[in-house]
């Protein structure tokens, strides 16, 4: 009998460009599989499926335009490319994620996909989930084809049970946006709110209206997230630059301005930040109203692989 050999362990890597995140599977697995406590993530996107099924608790996640509150036991679709976002609305909420390579289910879909975000069907996902972490830990020969044979297997069951529509191709707008949050990214020292509507081809009123039915929140809870992330860096890498100067790159204005920003966001002040704190955009907590730096926290509870 020929010994088969085994690569190294799959490690599932992911980036953020922008707000745009970015899934490094392993060459032979397309699929990721993780629990998470009390998930918050900023608006975001990405070429990869995911599919979001609350175990306990209750979850708001932004997904096509609109809100879908999500309790125990109901199912999200996100497709390939549809920008979305989530806040958990009970920080012991428990949300089973899966997450796919869209070319596993491309052969088979054409151009349908399911009518809305929110399925309505009664799906046996934690059972799914268990077997496909299970598959992906074990890593026993051709475990990659098995996992995605399982996801195919659950993605016909859905596809046969859900009220179907042709997929949505990226409209102009949402493009647009999706090139708006890089380029607030990138130019965050000097720009404003004015800007972002300018770049959108939109009046301001329409714009804070588009920009908080996409995302969930206005467009300065956003910016105040991405020069936060940004002054988190320069603090932990420019040992010796002062707090005016970081707070001046990173287009606070001033110093009070920044200090009170930054507190709000991390639960710090700029000064007193623990070291090994990381302001990790899939987790932000977006609504200022009612901003807890308790509640921001999210927990890996458990996964199929390294994901980081």
Known sequence: MTSLDISPPPVYNKTMIAQREVWEYAEHVKVWVGKYKNSHNLIHWHSDCELLYVEHGSIDIYCGGKNHALTDGELLYVDSGQVHSMRARDPETVLIVIIFDYDILKPYLGDLCPATPKLTGNYPIPAVYAQLRDILLARAPFFGGEAAGVLISLMSRIY????????????????????????????????????????????????????????????????????????????????GLPMTEIADLCGFGTVRNFNRIFKRITGSSPTSLPAEFELDERFVYPSESTFDPTLHDCELLESSGEAG
């Open 160 to 239: 046969r049970e859900e009220k179907l529509g042709p997929r949505k191709t990226t409209d102009e707008a949402t493009r647009r946006l999706m090139q708006l949050l890089e380029e607030a990214s990138e130019k965050m020292r000097y720009y404003t709110f004015s800007d972002a509507a300018a770049f959108m081809g939109m009046s301001e009123g329409y714009f804070s209206r588009y920009f908080h039915k996409q995302t969930g929140i206005p467009f300065h809870s956003y910016l105040s997230f991405v020069r936060t992330k940004q002054a988190i860096k320069l603090i932990k890498t420019e040992k």
